[in-house]
């Protein structure tokens, strides 16, 4: 089955720093990939997604980009804030089927003022 | 629109009870999925129902089982309860039974064993 792998699980920095996220996937036949936000307590929210037929997607201070060749996607966090705070989880799952998304471990995100 | 809705939010049991959670998804959406969140294992497929059909299932004992209704509400019930099965369950509901939209989560159910 699918297997996904996040980097780094703690990841501190300062305000209006960027902040980097990265995943790696192992099957090939993933073609969807999701990042949600989840911050102490709450449920995860998407924050963001992307297609295999698409290299990058943007949205205001978030971005992701995807190498389907190295089979490995990030998410790009632009000036930082700290209400950015919270965990991370990128994702990965094969769309038209039935939904089932294998997650990566979590990066703690830490935006220090 | 209310969002998508689980109860109940806390819950303590002993080993060997039965729990049995209920989601309620958003309202017109037709599929739901279960996953389990626990600090060292992450966040874990349990199984997703679509129209009253369990359509794919993780790798979870037998122990774990789950239905769904015809109004889209669904249950998952845990047998003969283990310490290990204190985590946090979360469901989460989308519109379509398959591509790719985006999952929306409902606030869990905190299962703590003893």
């Known amino acids: 089955g699918e297997n996904v792998e996040q980097h780094p699980s703690t990841l501190s920095v300062q305000e209006g720093d960027s902040a980097v996220i990265k995943c790696t996937y192992s099957d090939s036949a993933s073609n969807y990939f999701p990042w949600y936000k989840q911050e102490l307590g709450k449920r995860p929210q998407l924050i963001i997604d992307?297609?295999?037929?698409?290299g990058e997607k943007k949205d205001q201070r978030i971005a992701v980009t995807l190498n389907k060749t190295a089979k490995h996607f990030s998410l790009h966090i632009t000036e930082t804030q700290p209400e950015d705070s919270a965990v991370y989880f990128c994702a990965a799952s094969i769309r038209g089927s039935a939904r089932q998304l294998t997650f990566g471990s979590g990066t703690q995100l830490t935006v220090l003022p | 629109k209310a969002g998508v809705t689980q109860t109940p939010r806390y819950l303590i049991k002993t080993r060997g009870q039965q729990v049995t959670l209920s989601c309620s998804p958003i309202?017109?959406?037709?599929?739901v999925s279960w996953y389990q969140q626990t600090p060292g294992q992450g966040l874990q497929f349990l199984f997703e129902?679509?129209?009253?059909?369990?359509?794919n299932k993780g790798n979870f004992p037998g122990r774990f089982s789950g239905r769904q209704f015809s109004n889209s509400r669904s249950e998952m019930n845990v047998s003969t309860l283990e310490l290990g099965d204190s985590a946090l369950y979360l469901c989460?509901?989308?519109?379509?039974?398959?591509?790719?939209?985006?999952?929306?989560f409902g606030s869990g159910t905190r299962l703590t064993v003893v």
């Open positions: 129902y679509f129209s009253e059909t369990q359509r």
């Open positions: 309202s017109g959406h037709r599929s």
């Open positions: 989460a509901s989308s519109p379509a039974g398959t591509g790719d939209y985006g999952y929306t």
């Open positions: 992307i297609r295999s037929n698409v």
